[in-house]
């Protein structure tokens, strides 16, 4: 070799040395820059800043593109965070990018996939949405999370047997969960009582052997009683409905009147109780045509519960409409020390919205039983 040649290949071998090196410290650099980036973006993650951390997350993503374990989680921080402000298009997206990459572990890949489908489920894509949750579900089939997910897209599509089916499997799965099966079945028996009342009455037995306590299962199989021409059947339904849940009267009410005459409707709905039966007994009262009556029931409510917004309402239109009597005056009296009062707040332990109503679902975010007296 010639003293030339010997120069250039150590210049040349330096070089080679030198690229190394610099390209090791680039790479440190750079996992230092991501790892940044990444503790920045958690940290706006737990002070509420979303924009913020979807800005840290992405350069810490952008920074080391790789399959590696801590850009994996960046991604789901990063989808999650998509998710939460409603950027759904770049949480589908990118949870479908995940789960296209090469060589994946497969827990990785599971988690990637229900996220994608808690996606679909939020913008509304339910048919795709379903598919994803039965994807995922196909290797995680007890997952509380997805059964409860793939319940609800199916609650949302109104196909409540589709529902009540995925719910057969959280009961089935040994998670509880057998008073919201009952809720299901009995919604689906209402839906099938136009088409096929035979299914509908199978299904309304369904709810009650599923939660035989549940009042809205008595009440659908009084529902489809009714609609098959068997108004005593109903009647007796309903009144055992009665004994176990005064509180459902309200919701039992309006069938009593179809398959009762006025009086006995009146009979069957008498008795002490809390603030829904003494409305349903006013109600049945000015159906049968006794104002004071109806009054008398109303401020009974009220004296158990000032704050009770039915009886407010129900006690307001009666006295509004016809001239104070002497018979409603004590009624008018009991009203006016009410409207004092707050009104009875009741709320969802689901999503925390409030509501005056009572109801079994709650009409913001659809949870069955959810709904608590407030405070
Ligand atoms: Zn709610």
């Not at 939660?211 to 309903?238: H, I, M, N, T, Y």
């Not at 005056?356 to 069955?368: L, N």
């Amino acid at each position: 070799m010639t003293p030339s040649q010997e120069i250039a290949l150590a210049v040349a071998a330096s070089a080679v040395v030198a690229a190394i090196v610099i390209g090791a410290v680039r790479r440190r650099a750079r996992r230092i820059a991501e790892a940044v980036a990444y503790v920045r973006g958690v940290h706006y993650v737990l002070s509420d800043a979303p924009d913020a951390a979807i800005g840290e997350l992405t350069r810490a993503v952008e920074l080391n593109p790789s399959a590696s374990q801590s850009s994996i989680e960046t991604y789901f921080a990063l989808g999650k965070l998509f998710r939460r402000k409603g950027d759904l298009e770049h949480a589908i997206r990118l949870h479908q990018n995940i789960l296209l990459r090469p060589g994946l572990p497969a827990e990785s890949k599971r988690q990637a996939q229900l996220e994608l489908a808690l996606d679909l489920q939020r913008a509304g894509m339910l048919s795709r949405a379903v598919e994803a949750f039965e994807k995922f579900l196909a290797e995680a089939p007890t997952h509380p999370e997805a059964l409860a997910g793939l319940r609800q897209v199916h609650e949302t599509a109104r196909d409540f047997e589709a529902a009540a089916e995925v719910q057969v499997r959280v009961v089935k799965s040994g998670q509880g969960g057998e008073a919201v099966l009952a809720h299901l079945l009995a919604s689906a028996a209402r839906a099938a009582l136009g088409a096929d009342r035979e299914h509908a009455q199978k299904l309304a037995d369904g709810a009650v052997q599923a939660d035989a306590s549940s009042p809205d299962a008595l009440l659908a199989r009084a529902e489809v009683l009714a609609a098959r021409g068997q108004p005593q059947q109903a009647a007796e339904q309903l009144r055992t409905l009665l004994a176990r849940t005064p509180e459902a009267a309200l919701a039992a009410e309006p069938l009593l009147a179809k398959v009762l005459p006025p009086d006995e409707v009146v009979a069957a709905l008498a008795g002490d109780g809390p603030p829904a039966r003494w409305v349903a007994l006013g109600r049945a009262r000015a159906r049968a045509g006794d104002r004071a009556g109806a009054a008398e029931a109303l401020r009974q409510a009220l004296v158990q519960e000032p704050g009770f917004a039915p009886a407010r309402r129900d006690l307001g239109a009666l006295l509004l409409g016809a001239p104070l009597e002497p018979g409603t005056q004590p009624a008018y009296e009991e009203l006016l020390r009410a409207l004092g009062r707050h009104e009875l707040e009741l709320q969802c332990d689901a999503c925390k919205q409030t509501s005056s109503e009572p109801g079994w679902q709650c009409p913001r975010c659809g949870a069955w039983d959810s709904l608590r007296r407030a405070g």
